[in-house]
C-alpha cells in the first residue's frame, strides 16, 4: 500500500504540474544541493530564428543561405528550423543526408558535399575560418547568436547566425533555487562563448560547453564525483542517459519520449521555475513524515 502522506503529496503534485514518475525521485529532490540545466529549450525558448548570413569565396549570399537550407531541410534541430525557415522558394535537391551529433549536418547537393555546423565541424574537418569573415562572425558572437559554418568540398563558402531567447521564468528560477542553497550548473552542446552569455545573465555558477549529446551524463557523474547530489533538468532527446544518471532527473515540458521514460518527475509546464515547486514539495511532503 502507499503510504497516506505521499498519495496526499504525489495528487498536490500532479495538481500542480509535476508528475511524479519515481516517488524515490521525489523524496531525494529534498536533499539535491545542485541543478544542472540543459540549456537550450531548457533555459531557452528553443525556438532560434536566423539572425544573418554572409557568403565568401564568390558565393552569393541567396546561393548560401539555399544550399544551407537544403541540407538542413532533413534535420529536425531547432537550429534547421530557423535555417530553413529563413528561406523562401525552392530548394535544390539532396542525397544522403546525415546528422553529426553535436557538431552539424552533410548531405550532397548536385555533385558537392555540403557541411552546415558549428566550431566542434569546423575541428573535425580541419578547417579554419576565412579572414573575412572574422569580423562578421565577431560581431554575431558578441550579440551571443550561434555561430554555423557552411563547408562545400572541404572549403567554408560562408557563415550562418542563429540566435535563441531566455525563457521568461528563467532568472527567477535560479534566483530562488541560490535562495534554497541550491547550486545551478548548466551544459550545452553550443559555443563557449553563448554559453558564457547566458550564464552570465542568469546568474549560473557552473558552464559546460561544446559537450557532445553522448557526454552530457558524464558531466552528471563528474558533478557527482564531487560529492554533489544532483538533478538534471532537461527537455531533449539526447537527455535520457543525463536524466537517468542523476540522482533526480526532471523532464521539463512533458519533452520527448525517451526523456519521459528516462525521467523520475515529468513537469507539464516548461517554465524553469517549475523545478522550485518539485524542491518544496518534496521538502514539504517529506518533512510532514518525520
Ligand atoms: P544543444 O542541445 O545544447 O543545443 P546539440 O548537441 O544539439 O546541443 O548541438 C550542438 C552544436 O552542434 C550546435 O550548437 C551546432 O553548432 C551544432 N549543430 C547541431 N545540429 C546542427 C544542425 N542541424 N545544423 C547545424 N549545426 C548543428
Ligand atoms: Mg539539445
Redesign the pocket.
Known sequence: AIPLVIAISTERAARSGVLVKNRLALERMRTVDTVLF???GTLTQGRLTLLGHAAVRGVSDDELLALAAAV?SD?E?P??RAVTAAHDGPLPAVRDFA?L?????EAKVGGRTVH??????LSELGLSEPAELAETTRGWQQQAA?V?HVVSDGRVIGALAVADEIRPGARAAIDALHARGVQVAMV????QHVADAVAAELGIDEVFAQV??ADKHAKVAELQARGRKVAFTGD?L?DGPALAQADVGIAIGAGTDVAMESAGVVLASDDPRSVVSVIELSRASYRKMQ
Open positions: 540543459d540549456k537550450t538542413e534535420s534541430h537550429i534547421a546528422t551529433p553535436g557538431r552539424g549536418v552546415v555546423g558549428g566550431p566542434a565541424l550561434s554555423l550545452t552542446g553550443d559555443a557532445l549529446p531533449g539526447n
